[in-house]
C-alpha cells in the first residue's frame, strides 16, 4: 500500500513539474524575460537601432526587447522626425511597458548662430521651435527635449553672446514652463565631434542655467564630451549637481559603450546613484563590435557597470 502512495506522489510531482514548465513555455518572451533578466538600478536608455540584430526593424519590437533586457528606458533624437501616429504608438508600447521616454531633440540648428544673437526674428522663431517641442513632447510623454546653442560667433565679444543666449533661453523657457518639459542643454566637445559650437563645458552651462533661472533649462551632462574637453568628470558632476537635468554616456576614446575605454563608469553609475539621481542616463553612444555579438557585448558591460 505504501509502495503506491508513494508512486501516486511521484507521478503528482512529475506531472506538476511538467505542467509547470509546459506553462512557462507558452508564457510571452517579454514576460519570460522578465522572470530572468532583472531591471537596471538606473534607467539607462538605449536608443531603436542599438538592438537591431536582435530585435528587427519594427520599433516596438526593439523596444520589447529593451524591456526583456532589463532598460527602464528609452530616448531617441529623431522623435520630432516622425510621424504622430509612429509617435503615439511608441507611448502607449512604453506606457504599457512601463518604460520612460528620455530626451529628443527639440531644437537644433547645425552651423547657424541663434541662441547668441540679438535678431528677434532668430528669437521668434527659437520660440517657435520649442512649441512644437512641447506639443511632441506631450504626445509622446517625454519630460526632456535636448537643446544646442548653436554655433559662436566669431565678431562678438564672448559675455555679450552669453547675455544673448540667456535671453533667448528665458524666452524658449516660459513657453516649456506650463507643460513641464526642461531643456536640457548639451555641451559638445569641440575637439573631436563638433567644432564651432558655443556651449563645450559643464561649467558654462552651470552659469548659463543658473542665469536663466528656470526649471524648465537645465543642463545634460554627456560625460564622453566632458572627458574629451575638460575631465574631472565626478568633481564637475558635484560641482555642477543642483543643474544637471540629464545625463548621456559613452567612453573615451571611441564613444563606444563603457568598458570600452578610459572611464570608470562603475564608479560614476555608483556616484550618481548614491546622490539619488533618479532621471534617466542616455546610451548615446556606438557599439564597438558588429552583429548579436556587438549588441550582447553592450548589454553586458551595462550589467558590469551596474553592479555596485
Known amino acids: 500500500m505504501e509502495n503506491k502512495k508513494i508512486s501516486r506522489r511521484n507521478f503528482l510531482g512529475s506531472a506538476a513539474a511538467a505542467a509547470a514548465v509546459m506553462s512557462f513555455q507558452n508564457f510571452p518572451a517579454s514576460r519570460a524575460a522578465d522572470l530572468s533578466k532583472p531591471k ?10 542599438m538592438f537591431r540584430q536582435h530585435a528587427g526593424n519594427d520599433p516596438i519590437d526593439q523596444l520589447k526587447f529593451m524591456a526583456d ?22 507611448a502607449r508600447t512604453m506606457s504599457q511597458l512601463n518604460m520612460t521616454m528620455g530626451v529628443f531633440i527639440g531644437c537644433a ?36 527635449c535636448t537643446v544646442l546653442l548653436d554655433s559662436y560667433d566669431n565678431s562678438m565679444e564672448w559675455d555679450y553672446q552669453t547675455a544673448n ?4 533661453l528665458k524666452r524658449c523657457a516660459e513657453v516649456c514652463e506650463p507643460s513641464g518639459l526642461v531643456m536640457v542643454l548639451e555641451a559638445l566637445n569641440p575637439w573631436t565631434d563638433h567644432p564651432g559650437l558655443f556651449l563645450t563645458k559643464i561649467p558654462q552651462g552651470f552659469q548659463i542655467c543658473r542665469a536663466v533661472n528656470s526649471p524648465s533649462c537645465k543642463i545634460l551632462d554627456d560625460l564622453y564630451h566632458q572627458q574629451v574637453t575638460e575631465g574631472n568628470l565626478i568633481p564637475n558632476i558635484n560641482m555642477a549637481w543642483d543643474e544637471i537635468g540629464y545625463f548621456q554616456v559613452g567612453d573615451n576614446p571611441g ?24 532621471g534617466v542616463v542616455g546610451m548615446e553612444h556606438g557599439n564597438s563590435k558588429p552583429g548579436k555579438e556587438g549588441e550582447r557585448a553592450v548589454i553586458d558591460a551595462y550589467r558590469q557597470c551596474d553592479n555596485f
Open 165 to 168: 543666449a540667456v535671453e533667448n
Open 255 to 278: 564613444r563606444n559603450e563603457p568598458t570600452t575605454g578610459e572611464i570608470n563608469y562603475r564608479n560614476i553609475f555608483k556616484h550618481i546613484y548614491n546622490k539619488g539621481f533618479k
Open 40 to 49: 537596471f538600478k538606473l534607467k539607462y536608455a538605449p536608443h531603436f537601432g
Open 109 to 144: 540648428h547645425w552651423g547657424e548662430r541663434t541662441f547668441v544673437t540679438r535678431d528677434k526674428s532668430v528669437t521668434k522663431r527659437l520660440v517657435s521651435q520649442m512649441k512644437k517641442a512641447v506639443e511632441v513632447s506631450k504626445r509622446v510623454n517625454a519630460k526632456w
Open 69 to 90: 533586457e532589463g532598460f527602464t528606458a528609452m530616448e531617441d533624437n529623431e522623435m520630432m522626425k516622425r510621424p504622430k501616429g509612429t509617435q503615439g504608438k511608441i
